[in-house]
């Protein structure tokens, strides 16, 4: 599956930022998916997943409460909707997916990545 990550940006802290990664090639359906974010200078981090039918989510600690992982199947889209953004979230967003029935967090988990969108929060 081909992964399209958009919707970055720069933000003031507090602001919202909505991610969407469009996927094409295969059936969207059948992967499970997720987020993660790179800052400079530091390792890639898991931000959230989703399952395949979107009934199981999962997220990072630093996360939870201001992010929401969602798909629409039928658009083959997943969202990342981002409220009361802090500048430590500040970092290059990327979307990934595999095949599975489960929940995936790690990134070894994922076979196909997409390119990254640059989300920057301003204090």
């Known amino acids: 599956v081909q992964l399209q990550a958009s919707g970055g940006g720069l933000v003031q802290a507090g602001g919202s930022l909505r991610l969407s990664c469009a996927a094409s090639?295969?059936?969207?359906?059948?992967?499970?998916m997720g987020w993660f974010r790179q800052a400079p200078g530091k390792e890639r981090a898991f931000v959230a997943a989703?399952?395949?039918?979107?009934?199981?989510?999962y997220y990072a600690d630093s996360v939870k409460g201001r992010f929401t992982i969602s798909r629409g199947n039928a658009k083959n889209t997943m969202y990342l909707q981002m409220n009361s953004l802090k500048p430590e979230d500040t970092a290059v967003y990327y979307c990934?997916?595999?095949?599975?029935?489960?929940?995936?967090?790690?990134?070894?988990?994922?076979?196909?990545w997409g390119q990254g969108t640059q989300v920057t929060v301003s204090s």
């Open positions: 989703i399952s395949w039918t979107g009934e199981s989510t």
């Open positions: 090639g295969r059936t969207f359906s059948n992967y499970a």
């Open positions: 990934a997916a595999r095949t599975g029935a489960g929940i995936y967090y790690r990134d070894y988990d994922f076979g196909s």
